[in-house]
């Protein structure tokens, strides 16, 4: 018998594995995701966290449609610099070129927001938690 879901951040790496046979350019199928998204924070009750990838030709804002964005209270891009080390930036407000990287995304809906915030700069601080 599964047991109940419970916890305070759960993380969909990356949205493309977990995007199923949708197109994440169609807004139609961002919506569809965004809302089974929203059914996860519903019912645990949690923060979601979206690592997602640049976009090929713009990597200064994440792959695909624009409806992920609209559904997220913070867009934050992690990025390496021209030294080769990585860092958080907010997006949009300071967007940054960079040489590959992921979105991570925290839901407008999500009840832990603060709990996510701090595991994405858990995260992102620690090399050693980078690599678990």
Same mark, same amino acid.
């Given at each position: 018998?599964?047991?109940?879901?419970?916890?305070?951040?759960?993380?969909?790496?990356?949205?493309?594995?977990?995007?199923?046979?949708?197109?994440?350019?169609?807004?139609?199928?961002?919506?569809?995701?965004?809302?089974?998204?929203? *059914?996860?924070?519903?019912?645990?009750?949690? %923060?979601? #966290? @979206? &690592?997602?990838? $640049?976009?090929?030709?713009?990597?200064?804002?994440?792959?695909?449609?624009?409806?992920?964005r609209?559904?997220?209270?913070?867009?934050?891009?992690?990025?390496?610099?021209?030294?080769?080390?990585?860092?958080?930036?907010?997006?949009?407000? *300071?967007?940054?070129?960079?040489?590959?990287? %992921?979105? #991570? @995304? &925290?839901?407008? $809906?999500?009840?832990?927001?603060?709990?996510?915030?701090?595991?994405?700069?858990?995260?992102?601080a620690?090399?050693?938690?980078?690599?678990?």
């Open positions: 018998m599964p047991r109940p879901a419970t916890g305070s951040v759960v993380v969909t790496d990356t949205l493309n594995r977990f995007f199923g046979a949708g197109d994440e350019n169609s807004t139609q199928d961002m919506t569809a995701f965004c809302a089974a998204c929203k *059914q996860v924070i519903d019912r645990v009750p949690c %923060s979601m #966290l @979206a &690592i997602h990838h $640049t976009g090929h030709a713009d990597s200064g804002r994440e792959r695909g449609s624009i409806v992920l609209s559904a997220c209270d913070v867009v934050i891009q992690i990025a390496k610099d021209t030294s080769g080390k990585w860092g958080v930036i907010p997006v949009p407000e *300071q967007p940054l070129q960079n040489w590959g990287g %992921s979105f #991570l @995304a &925290i839901p407008k $809906t999500s009840e832990n927001q603060e709990a996510a915030w701090k595991f994405i700069e858990y995260v992102c620690d090399a050693k938690a980078a690599n678990t």
